[in-house]
Every structure is written in C-alpha cells, then in structure tokens.
C-alpha cells in the first residue's frame, strides 16, 4: 500500500518527496481510520448496551433521545460527559491519576494496528499479529493499576488490585487457547489463518477437531474475563465498591476508560473470530478454498464486504458478551481465581496436548473429513434451536397484559 | 532528507525518549512514580527492538517485562510503600557514587560500540542492511519461525549454531522457579491459637 500512496502522490510531487510522505502519510491515514473505527464503535456498543440491558430486563431502554429506539442517546452521554467538572481528589497523585485512562486507551488501540478486517486490509500485516496483540493487551493493565492507586481512595485501589490480579491471571489460559488454533494453522500471522479458513463453513477453525472447538468456548470466557466483564467485573462491582478502579473518574477521562473497555472486547472478539470462524469470510460464497471474494467482485468490493462479514461477525460476539453481562450474577474475586487457577488453566493444556497429539497422530482421513460432520451437526442444531423458538411461542407470564414485543 | 534519514531521526527520538524516562526512574522522589516512568522505558525498549525488525522480541519484552515483571514490581511497590519509603531521598554521597558508576559503564558501552567491527566482523555485510521498519512481506523475515527451529536444535545464524541445550537449561530453571514460588507462597498450617495470634499481619 506504501507503493500505491507513493505512486498518486507523485503525481503531485516528485519521486523523492513522494517515496519519503508516503509512509507517514499512509501511517497517518490508517492510525486515523482505526482511531474513527474504534470511536464509531464505542458509539453503537453504548447504545446496544443499554437497549439489550433494557430488553433483558423486560424494558426499553433509551427512547426518547433520537427518535423512537433513542439512536442518539450516546451523543448526548458524550456531550453530558464533555461538560462535566473536571474534578481530581486531593488526595490523588495528580500524574498517575492523569496518566491511567490514557494507558487503558492506548493498549487496546494498539491492538487494532495488526487486526486484519480482510486479506491484506490490516494496518501492520506483522508475522507474529496474535503475539503482538496478546503482548500489546497486557499493557492495558497498567492504566488500571495506575488509576486504582492514583485516585488516593481505598476503593479504587481494592478494585484496581482485584482487576489486576484477575487480568494477569487469564492472560495465561486465553494465551494457551490461543495457541491451539494456532498449532492447527502453523503460524501466528492473522491474514494467514484467516485465509486457510476461506471456503465452506466447515473450514473453520472451530470445527477442525473437538479440542479447538472446546478451545473456542475457553477463549471466550478468558476474553470476557480479561475484559472485566461480567460475570468478571468486580473492579467495577457497584454493590461492594462504589465504581472500583474508575470511581474518582468523571467526564472524559472516564469516557477513556469506556472506549478502552469497548476497544478490548472489540479486539478479542476479533481475534476469537479471525483464529475460530473464519475471520472475514463468509462460510457460503465462493465455496472452494483458496479462493478469496475479491476474486470474484474486484478489490473494492470484495474487501468492502469482507470487512463488512468481519465487523458484523465480532459485533455478534460483542453481543454475547453483554448478554451474559446481564444475564449471568457476579462471582466473588475468590471464585474468579479458582475459574481460572483450578480450572481454566488445566482445562487450556490439556487442550494444548490433545490438539498437539490429534495434529500429529490422527489418521489423515478424520483430519479431513470430521470437519464436514462437525459444521453438519452444529448447523443442524442452530436450526433446530431457531425452528423450536420461532414454531411454538413462549407463554405468556401474565394472563391479560399485552407484552410489548407483540406489536 | 531521504527515507533512511526519517528512519533514522525516529530511531533517535525513540531511543531519547526511552533515555529521559529512564533517567525519570531515577530522579523522582515517589516510588509509584519511578514505576511508571519504568513502564515507559520498558515500552521504549520494546520499542527500538520493532524499529530493528525483531518483532517477536519486542512483543516478548511487552508480554514478559511489562505484562508479568513490571506488574509484580507496581504490586510490591504500591502495597509496600508506607510511610518513609514513600518520598525517596538520595543524599549527595549516593548521587556521586551512582555518577561514577553510571559514567563508567557508559564509557565501557561507547567504547565497545565505537569498535563494532571487532566484534560485528563474523556477519555478512548484506545481513546489516536490517530494514527499520517492518517488512512489506512478512513472510520474509520468519524470525519467530528461525527462533523456534533454533530451539529445535537446526543450527540457525550466520555462525550455524543452535540452541537446544540452553533452551533446555533456561526451562529447568523456570520449572524450578515455578516451584520455589509456589512452596514460597503456600498457605502456612496453624499450629494453634499462639500461632494464629503471630500469623495476623
């Protein structure tokens, strides 16, 4: 792409100065698009957030800001948190306190540099992109840290201390998780397992054999608890402690704090659906491996659509993550260590091992046809799930009242 | 100025960067502080090793020195920090001893780098040419795919040598740190109420 941009902007320049801008320019345009990326998310994920809170919980949620489904209901939260007094306590180390939010926000932005929306459509294609996110994510916790200590407040620091202590310790299972699809792909490069994915459905990752499929299931839990989502969130737990490490933290910077979260949960969604399903392509169209969508429509408009099955893939799993948030109560901090000490942890090597035995000892015959049973039976059962919801009604709770869904 | 001067001028202001951060670690008074501008330095240093094209180095000082070693060092710190050793102040004595310290490693250092063809002499000269940023094609710099078949025993480098023997060694350490802290950190049996009273911190 750096040829590209150099080629145009000769046009206008010399050779020279083109070949010298191009870099920065191009490095500007992307670090711009991801940045517009992630803010323009945060948007939509606020708003689904309270509408599937208020669903869940037998409401509407916003409806007045924006017309009837309250659309606009995050601009107005922006702009409330815009003018919000700037407050810092006194007792707060004013450079640490400053510092934190930033932290948060940066790590998880970081991430975005090497997630691939499409083949070749990724700002840095690096050979080790999943190791690189994995390592630019753990950074994020300093931000916590250094907001939990720095607020001079003894809940901050109680829930900046429990939410470091859970983060550091699911790095270690979603680490492992992670290496087994990519034990299964032979290399760490996201482009690369993605497009060993193109085809059928049944070239997933997720249906290669039993130990990646359970390793999707372990991946994401480690991703919703390394994100502090519930049932995770005790750094934010309200009933124990106020707001935890965020609780001196008002208008913007704690809007730092939010996007960084929506930033994590968006970049681990897409690192689940990039190793697991598939990454951009869509399982149907066109169905022989190798072959890419911008094979068939042009560059423009295959990426366009690859990178729109990818975004509306992750944005599937971002809303599995806020249905469990208001589905499933909080766990005490001691059973979030016993989840992932006692059971995580071994749960992820022994997927470890068996996905390391399954790629070396099984007859090459299962290796490629298991996967066609695998997608067969669970295609099978999301369509009997549906066919059950959609063919017989629920009953209605109460005798009487007319239920708002039925319009 | 062409591109290799920009790659050059951006080496310079990471590496001054990483440098002020570092002399921060040294000079401010608040511990949590030092901590963080720690953070910084590790993160430059992380840093420089992308600039160099060693991108799987780099992540593993992210993932190692900042996710696991920094973390450690801001928990002990932050929940150590009482009273006298939360303001650090270093007399006059420790300063010029840390000075002269300080300057003679440096001079060791400069010396050592101002006579690189002494010890760079064993490397190609087309190998120098490492680009400063990352390659347009990824797949031809596999250093982490190089590393690992080093680990292997395939003998890997201009020299041809590999590493399985130390790879071995450094995991017998780690297993044996992983027990040590483990037994370091286990619950203690009461041995009774006069045990318990001692037991409180």
Known sequence: M???????????????????????????????????????????????????????????????????????QTIADGVKLLVKEDLIPADADHMLFRLGPYIAFCASFLAFLALPFGNGVVALDMNIAVFYMLAVMSAEIFGIILAGYGSGSKWSLFGGMREAAQMVSYEVPMAICVLVPVIVAGSMRLTTIANQQAGLL??????????????FWVYFTCATASCKRAPFDLAEA???????????????????????????????????????????????????PGQDLTDYLGPIAGNVINAFVFIVKCWLLVFVMMWVRWTL??????????????????????????????????????????????????????????????ARRAPLPFAGVTPLWKK | MTLPDLQALLFYAVAVLTGLCAIGVVVTQNIVRSAAWLLFTLGGVAGIFFFLGADFVGATQLIVYVGGTLVLVVFGVMLTAQGPFISLRTGAAEWAMSLVVGLLLFGVLAVTVAHKETWASGRAPAEKQKP????????????????????????IGPNKTAYLLPFEIVSVHLLVVLIGAAYLARAKRRRGAAANAADVR
């Open chain 2, 132 to 155: 400063m940023v990352i390659a347009e094609d990824p797949d031809s710099s596999p250093n982490s795919v190089l590393i690992g078949h080093g680990f292997l025993g395939q003998p």
């Open chain 1, 329 to 390: 109560p909080r766990l005490r901090i001691d059973q979030v260590m016993e989840t992932c000490l006692k059971y995580l942890l071994p749960i992820s090597c022994a997927l470890l091992l068996g996905v390391s035995l399954w790629q070396v000892a099984m007859p090459d015959i299962v290796l490629d046809y298991l996967k066609y049973l695998a997608a067969l039976a669970c295609v099978g059962l999301v369509l009997a799930v549906v066919f059950k919801m959609v």
């Open chain 1, 2 to 72: 750096t040829d590209l941009l150099s080629k145009l902007l000769a046009l206008f320049l010399e050779q020279d100065t083109a070949n010298l801008i191009a870099p920065i320019l191009l490095a500007i345009i992307q670090g711009s698009v991801l940045v517009g990326f992630v803010a323009l998310s945060a948007v939509f994920f606020i708003w689904l957030e309270r509408k599937v809170a208020g669903r869940i919980q037998d409401r509407l949620g916003p409806t007045r800001v924006g017309g009837k489904f309250g659309w606009l």
């Open chain 1, 202 to 215: 049944c070239n997933w990752y997720v249906f290669h054999d039993p130990f990646t499929f359970a390793a």
């Open chain 1, 238 to 288: 309200e009933s124990e402690l106020v707001a935890g490490f965020h609780t001196e933290y008002s208008g913007l910077r704690w809007s730092f704090f939010f996007m960084a979260e929506y930033a994590s949960m968006f970049a681990v969604s897409g690192i689940a659906i990039l190793l697991f399903c598939g990454g951009w392509n869509n399982g149907f169209f066109p169905f022989l």
